[in-house]
């Protein structure tokens, strides 16, 4: 039935269907099939449900280039960021590959589909990170005296010192801290993109996380674990969002409003280049793919610390 009602999309002779007839779940497992990372699954899953939704609502034609360019209008009539849009596109440009790996989709209509731009990005995010002083107030806001602030210290300890994302942090396992070159590392870290690394760890954030290993007696297993209202161990591991929540529940008292722990990664980079950081040594720190995006990461081409426009030699 779905054969039908993809091809019914397409330019071959068939009975075009009604919108409502698209099956939002096969959709979904071929634009889903083969993406592990549970961020990316959900983005796509929502820009997919987006599409349907768009289709389902107005009489459309088949799957073309043309639709999916009156698609994108709309997304950008509804003054959507262009990251958001292009998201959307990818989703779409997925489906339409798998559709035509799986017979469903003539080749040259996929192509045609995959051939849509996606928006420009015009200028950089500035992001948000934290100074040098505002990473130390955070580092000393969890009570050093119970299991749970040592806990909650480690993994700040962790994403400021390391740049570790937050899923790296609920992921970790004690197994892969070890020794190389006579210092801590974390060996072997898989990220984002598949992408393998090594990550040197700093002596003050070892130094930390012994204090949270120790009273914890965790030998083995992921490093970071649950902790009950009576300031006992309650489980094995933590999720990404236990961690994002973490970070929140220091950060307003202090007035950093929604630091996000991709903040705390984006704080580390900007240290590191601020120390005199080799800009290819971060991106092998980050795990970025390339040195553009480690780039932009930092917004190394606006100096907002010293800023051209603070030396004009005007005064009041």
């Not at 009604?18 to 699954?41: F, K, Q, W, Y």
């Not at 119970?146 to 210290?153: C, E, N, P, Y």
């Not at 005199?276 to 720190?285: K, N, R, S």
Request: glycine residues 8%.
């Amino acid at each position: 039935m779905f054969r039908d009602t993809l091809a019914g999309m397409s330019d071959l002779p068939v009975p075009a269907p009604s919108p409502v007839s698209i099956d939002l779940d096969c959709l979904e497992r071929l634009a889903l099939s083969g993406i592990s990372a549970p961020n990316s699954r959900r983005a796509y899953s929502h820009a997919l449900a987006d599409f349907v939704c768009w289709y389902r609502a107005g009489a459309r034609g088949p799957l073309s280039k043309l639709l999916v360019q009156d698609y994108r209008a709309q997304l950008e009539s509804r003054g959507l960021a262009p990251a958001t849009i292009n998201i959307r596109l990818s989703a779409i440009r997925r489906l339409a590959g798998a559709a035509a790996d799986a017979g469903l989709l003539p080749a040259d209509v996929a192509a045609s589909v995959a051939s849509v731009s996606g928006a420009r990005k015009l200028g950089a995010r500035a992001g948000n990170w934290l100074t040098r002083e505002q990473a130390s107030a955070l580092l000393q806001a969890p009570a050093a005296d119970t299991l749970k602030g040592t806990r909650d210290r480690a993994l700040l300890a962790l994403l400021i010192g390391c740049g570790l994302r937050r899923a790296e942090i609920a992921g970790l396992d004690l197994a892969a801290i070890q020794q190389r070159d006579g210092r801590w590392v974390i060996v072997d870290l898989v990220g984002k993109g598949r992408r393998v690394r090594t990550v040197p760890i700093p002596n003050w954030t070892k130094a930390i996380l012994d204090r949270w290993l120790a009273p914890a007696q965790i030998r083995d297993g992921k490093v970071f674990r649950p902790i009950d209202k009576a300031g006992r161990l309650a489980g094995d591991s933590i999720t990404p969002k236990v961690v994002w929540w973490i970070v929140l529940h220091y950060a307003v008292p202090l007035g950093f409003g929604n630091l996000a722990p991709h903040d705390l990664r984006r704080t580390c980079a900007k240290l590191c280049r601020a120390s005199g950081g080799d800009l290819e040594q971060i991106q092998l720190l980050l795990g970025h793919a390339s040195i553009q995006t480690t780039e932009r990461y930092l917004g190394t081409r606006q100096n907002l610390t010293d800023a051209v426009n603070d030396h004009l030699g005007l005064e009041l």
